[in-house]
C-alpha cells in the first residue's frame, strides 16, 4: 500500500514538475522568439521629444509659439515630487519596486477580464511598459505587444534609472486638448507653472492618461473628478500626503481653463499675425518644418511691438478709407439661421464658432455681430462679448447712408438710407463702437467690413536690416496670405531709382538734361506709345526733375541710352529681381516682384550702398540653449570698453558687401529727397526729419505704392486688389500709400530718431537750375536753385542733352543732340571711364509689350 502511495504521488510530482518545465519552457521559448527583433531600447537614453517651438520679441515677451504636439519638456529633477507622485499612485504604485512589469497586476487584470467574460480589459501596464509602447511599440492590443513591452521593460530597467524612465513618461504622454507632457498639460487646463500645482490640480492631471479624449473637465466633469478623487486617495493610501490634506482637497471643486476659472495660458500670448507666421514660413524653409515644429527652438524676433500695431493701423486705416470711398456693401457673407435668435445662450453659442476675424482694432476694437431686429429705421444687433442692456444695441440710419448694398452677381441696390437697406434678421457683421473724440465717451455702434482691396507694409532698419514692423494684410484672421512677402506685383514708378542709380554709376549726374518727348517703338504686339501720367510732354529736363516728378518718357530715355543689361544688373545687384527681363517696360516697373525685396533694396541707398539683408530674426537657439543662427555678423569693437564717453556709442566695424557707390547713393537720396518736398508724394508726407522715397503708380492704377527712408528707418506700402484690377481715378501712390508711410513714420521717428543724410567725402556741390540744368553762381538762391553734389575732378557738362537715341525730340527748341558730340568720355564712380551717350543696340530696346 505504502509502496502504491509512493508511486502515485511520486508520478503526479513528476507530472507537476515536468508541465511547470514544459510551461517554463515554452513561456521562455515565447519570450526568446519574441526578443530576437525588438527595437533598441538604447535608443532612449539620448530621445529628444517633440517641443514646442517659441517666438519672442526683442524685449522677451513671447509672441507666439508652434507645435506639431504641444510639449514643453522639463527634467526629471525639475519636476516636483507631487507630480510624480499622483502619476505613480494613479498608473503604477508599485513602480521604484518592481523590475519592469507587475506580475500581480497582470494577473489580477487577466482574472478580470475572465470573470467579465472580457466586458472589462484593462492593460495592468506599468509605467516602464507605457513608456516601451509609447515610444519603440504599436498601441494595438495584442499579446504579442504584451510580451514584447514586457521583455523591453525588463530590459530598459537595466539601463535607465527609475527617475529617467519616469522623465520620459511625464514629457511624452498625452494629457487631451493637444497637450503632451505634464507641463504643457499645467498649463492648458489650469495655466501654472508645475511648482503652482495644489494637490488636486496634479491628481486631476494623473486622471487623464485613462482616456484623455472622454475625461474632458466640462463635458465630463463628473467622470473626471471621480478619478481626480480615487487618485488622490491612492495618494493619501500610498503615504505621499496626509489624510487631512486627502479631506480637504477632495472636497474642492473642480476648476479649469476650460471652464473659465482660470485665464487661458494664451491670454499672454497677442493673436497670431502675420509677423510671426513668417518667420514660421522661413524657419521652416531654412532647417526643416519638422525640425521647426518640433525642435524646441527659442526665437527672438527683431519685431518692436509697439510699431507692429502702428504699422498694422495705419495700413488698415488706408485700407478702410478706399473701401469706403467705393461706397458698396458687402458684408461677411454670413447669416445665422432663425431658430438660433430667440434665445441669447443660442446665437452667442453660434457666433462664437464662426470664423470672422477678431483681430481688428482701428479706431476701437471690432466685434461680430449678429442682427436680431430690423426696424423702421434702425437695427437691433447682439454684439460679441458685449451684454445687452435694456434697450439693447442699435445700428442707426444713418450709419448705413454712405453705401450700397452689393446684390447677387454683382450688381448693386440704390443708396441706404435706413439700417434694413443694408442688413437683413441674421445677418453675421462686424460692429465697432464710436466714441467722442475729447472725452471716448460711447456715441453708437457702427457697421464695420473687411475692404475688398488689400496691401503690405513693411519697416526696417536701413544699417542692420532687422525688420521692425510688417503687416500682410487688413487681417490675418481673415486672411492668412503675407502681400507683403509672398504676393508677387509690378512695382511701378517705384522702381525708377534703380534705372536712376544705373545712370549716375555709368557717369550721368543728376544735373544731366533728358529730353522729356513723345516715343514710339515697335513691338511683336503692336506699335508702344508710353506716356508720363499727365499726358504731357515738357522738352529738355534735367533728371532730377525727372525721378522727381516721375516721368516715364525720361527713364525709357535713360535706360535706352545706358542699356537695359546695365539696368537688370543693378536691379539684380540689390536684389529687386533673381532675373529680370531686358525690355524697357521693365525700366517702368513692369516685372513683378515683392514689397519684401523693395524695401531691403531701398535700405541700401539709405545706408550709403552697402548690401543689407532682411531679417525678422535676431537670434535662434536651439532645445539646448545653443545658437545655432545669429543675424548681425558685424563686429563690435569696443562694446566691452565701460570708458566710452556718454556721448558716442560703441564702435561697430562693418564687413558688408558694398554694392553702390556711396557718392552715387547720396546723389540719389538727394534726388529721391525731391520727390518728398516738391514732386509726386509732396502733399502727403510731412515729417520733421529728412526724408526720400518715390511713389509707384501701375497702368490704370492696379497696384499703387510708396517706398521711402529716413537716415534710419526704410518703410515701404503698396495696395491693390489681390486679382489685380484697376483701382479707380484719382488713385495713386502718393495719395493712397503715401498717408499710410506718414502715419507710420511720424511715430517711428519719435522712437527711432533721424536726421541728416550723410554726405560721403571725395565730392563737392554745385548749384544748378533745377528747370533746366544750367550752373548758378555759388551765392544764388531762389526756388529755382538746388545744391549737386559732383565727384572731385569731375566738372559736368553742361548744354549736352539725350533723347535715347529715338530722334523724336530733334524738333523741340534748344535741343543738342549728343550725337552731334559722338559721346563724351567721363570718370565712373569705380574710377574707370566710360563714354556717355552711346545708343543702345536693338536688343535692349523690346518692350515686349506690357505698358
Known sequence: MLRFFFSFFGGIFTLLTMSAAVIALSIGAVFWIYGQELPSHESLAQYKPPTISRIYSGQGRIMDEFAKERRLFVPADEIPDMVKQAFISAEDKNFYTHKGYDARGIAAAAVEAVQSRGQNVRGASTITQQVMKNFLLSGDRKIERKIKEIILATRVEETLSKDQILELYLNEIFLGQNSYGVAAAAQTYFNKNLTELEPHEAATLASMPKAPGKFHPVRNKERVLDRRNFVLREMYENGYITEAVYQSEREKPLRSVQ???????????????????????????????????????????????????????????????????????????????PEMLGEESKWREALSVLEVPRDVDLDGQWYPAVVLEVGKNDARVGIEGVEDDAGGHWIPAKDVQWARKQLDGGRLAGKAKVAGDLVDVGDVVLVRAITKDDDDSFVRWSLRQVPEVQGGFMAMDVNNGRVIAMQGGFSYQDSVFNRATQAKRQPGSSFKPFVYAAALDSGYSPATIVIDAPIEINTPQGLWRPRNSTNKFYGPTPMRTGIEMSRNLMTIRLAQEIGMNTVADYAERFGVYEQMGQFLANSLGADE???????????????????????????????????????????????????????????????????????????????????????????????????????????????????????????????????????????????????????????????????????????????????????????????????????????????????????????????????????????????????????????????????
Not at 527672438?300 to 510699431?307: F, K, L, N
Not at 518728398?676 to 509707384?696: C, D, E, H, N
Not at 565730392?763 to 536753385?785: C, E, N, P, Q, W
Not at 533723347?803 to 559722338?822: R, T
Open 259 to 337: 471652464n473659465g476659472d482660470f485665464e487661458s495660458y494664451k491670454v499672454a500670448m497677442p493673436p497670431r499675425d502675420y509677423f510671426s507666421d513668417e518667420i514660421r514660413r522661413q524657419l521652416s524653409r531654412d532647417f526643416g518644418e519638422e525640425e521647426f515644429f518640433s525642435g524646441g527652438m527659442t526665437v527672438r524676433a527683431t519685431v518692436d511691438p509697439e510699431m507692429q500695431q502702428v504699422a498694422a493701423r495705419a495700413l488698415r486705416h488706408a485700407l478702410e478709407k478706399y473701401d469706403r470711398s467705393r461706397g458698396v456693401w458687402r458684408g461677411t457673407g454670413m447669416k445665422l439661421e
Open 593 to 851: 516682384t515683392t514689397l519684401y525685396q523693395m524695401v531691403a533694396a531701398y535700405a541700401m541707398f539709405a545706408n550709403g550702398g552697402e548690401r543689407v539683408e532682411p531679417t525678422l530674426v535676431d537670434r535662434v537657439q536651439d532645445r539646448y540653449g545653443k545658437t545655432i543662427y545669429r543675424h548681425d555678423q558685424r563686429d563690435c569693437t569696443d562694446c566691452a570698453d565701460p570708458g566710452i564717453p556718454e556721448t558716442r556709442g560703441p564702435r561697430i566695424v562693418t564687413n558688408r558687401e558694398r554694392v553702390m557707390d556711396p557718392i552715387t547713393a547720396y546723389q540719389l537720396t538727394s534726388m529721391m529727397q525731391g520727390v518728398v518736398t516738391r514732386g509726386t508724394a509732396s502733399s502727403q508726407i510731412k515729417l520733421p526729419v529728412p526724408v526720400a522715397g518715390k511713389t509707384g503708380t501701375t497702368n490704370e492704377a492696379k497696384d499703387v505704392w510708396f517706398v521711402g527712408f529716413t537716415s534710419t528707418i526704410v518703410a515701404g506700402c503698396y495696395i491693390g486688389h489681390d486679382r489685380p484690377r484697376p483701382l479707380g481715378a484719382g488713385t495713386y501712390g502718393g495719395t493712397t500709400c503715401g498717408p499710410v508711410f506718414q502715419e507710420f513714420m511720424k511715430e517711428a521717428i519719435e522712437k527711432y530718431g533721424g536726421g541728416k543724410f550723410r554726405v560721403p567725402p571725395g565730392g563737392h556741390f554745385i548749384k544748378i537750375d533745377r528747370y533746366t540744368g544750367a550752373r548758378l553762381a555759388d551765392d544764388a538762391s531762389g526756388a529755382h536753385v538746388v545744391a549737386e553734389y559732383f565727384r572731385d575732378g569731375e566738372e559736368p557738362v553742361f548744354g549736352i542733352m539725350y533723347d535715347g537715341g529715338f530722334a523724336m525730340g530733334s524738333n523741340l527748341p534748344l535741343v543738342e543732340e549728343v550725337e552731334k558730340y559722338g559721346g563724351r568720355e567721363v570718370t565712373t564712380s569705380t574710377g574707370g571711364t566710360a563714354v556717355v551717350g552711346p545708343k543702345a543696340d536693338f536688343g535692349t530696346v523690346s518692350s515686349g509689350g506690357l505698358y
